[in-house]
């Protein structure tokens, strides 16, 4: 059988998740979301003896049509973490320790970070590639992204303190 869709980019948080996914065929995505929330929900109802609808609301999707748009996906998605990391080592929400963040990234994981850094993980054979194989071709390029996008975040919080 043929999958649905191409996991490209994913975080797992404690509240929520992120997922950068290719549809393979027309409504692709809706038949993929709905086969994994009702697969986890049933996984989480039967461990925990409950019943009933786990999730808030539907999922939400947003078509990417742009480059820029895409590189900023695969940052915002793998930097969103940091807002979860030790409180000392960031201001608020904000980035203002650069290698810090790089540093928690690394060991974070629960998102494919480490996957576009070429590093060895266990869950690798989930993400796939086909689509995107060029995009970071060597893991440097995926790096210099990330560092671009957390130089961003620090100066934007460097301009929004009085």
């Given at each position: ?5 191409e ?8 509240n ?8 393979k ?7 993929f ?10 996984y ?9 609808g786990?999730?808030?609301?539907p ?20 930097l969103?973490?940091v807002k ?9 929400k904000?980035i ?15 998102s494919?970070y ?6 060895p993980r266990p ?31 620090k ?8």
């Open positions: 059988m043929d999958s649905l869709v996991i490209v980019a994913y975080c797992l948080l404690p929520h998740f992120h997922l950068l996914i290719y549809e065929d027309r409504g692709g995505i809706s038949r979301m709905q086969k994994l929330t009702t697969s986890y929900s049933m989480f109802n039967k461990k925990y003896a409950r019943t009933g786990l999730l808030e609301r999922f939400k999707a947003k078509h990417v049509n742009d480059d820029s748009y895409l590189k900023y996906l695969f940052a915002y998605i793998h969103n973490p979860i990391s030790d409180e000392k080592s960031w201001s608020g904000r203002d320790k650069p290698e810090t963040a790089k540093d928690f990234l690394n060991g974070y994981r629960f494919s480490g996957f576009y850094l070429r590093q869950e690798n054979v989930i993400i796939g590639l086909t689509t995107f194989d060029d995009y970071f071709p060597v893991n440097t390029d995926f790096g210099d992204l990330i560092t671009e996008w957390i130089n961003f975040e100066d934007e919080h460097v301009k929004a303190t009085p």
